[in-house]
Nanobody, 114 residues
Framework: QVQLVESGGDLVQPGGSLRLSCAAS????????MAWYRQAPGNERELVAR???????TYPDSVKGRFTISRDNAKNTVYLQMNVLKPEDTAVYYC????????WGQGTQVTVSS
């Protein structure tokens, strides 16, 4: 049974930082591309960051330079370091594992507000 469990979501002030974690089980983690998506109320789910099995990363312009995705294959965990957070970063953040099929976590809430 595949499980992706996110943690680290919180309420943070604008300009602050958070680190999200996603622990995976039930898959050969090192073979999967991992990604973070987010979905704000009324919006479609959008890609935030992606890291391939080989470690190549991709970011949309909206988070480039502020967010960093990384992975620890020994711990079956992917991270999202988020810096200089803005109110528009407020959303539920989802972990995704992809290798021909997609697996999703339950999501963790990130709220950026003063």
């Amino acid at each position: 049974q595949v499980q992706l469990v996110e943690s680290g979501g919180d309420l943070v002030q604008p300009g602050g930082s958070l680190r999200l974690s996603c622990a995976a089980s039930g898959i050969i983690f090192s073979r999967y591309a991992m990604a973070w998506y987010r979905q704000a109320p009324g919006n479609e789910r959008e890609l935030v960051a992606r890291i391939t099995s080989g470690g190549a990363t991709t970011y949309p312009d909206s988070v480039k330079g502020r967010f960093t995705i990384s992975r620890d294959n020994a711990k079956n965990t992917v991270y999202l370091q988020m810096n200089v957070l803005k109110p528009e970063d407020t959303a539920v953040y989802y972990c995704n594992a992809n290798r021909l099929v997609d697996y999703w976590g339950q999501g963790t809430q990130v709220t950026v507000s003063s």
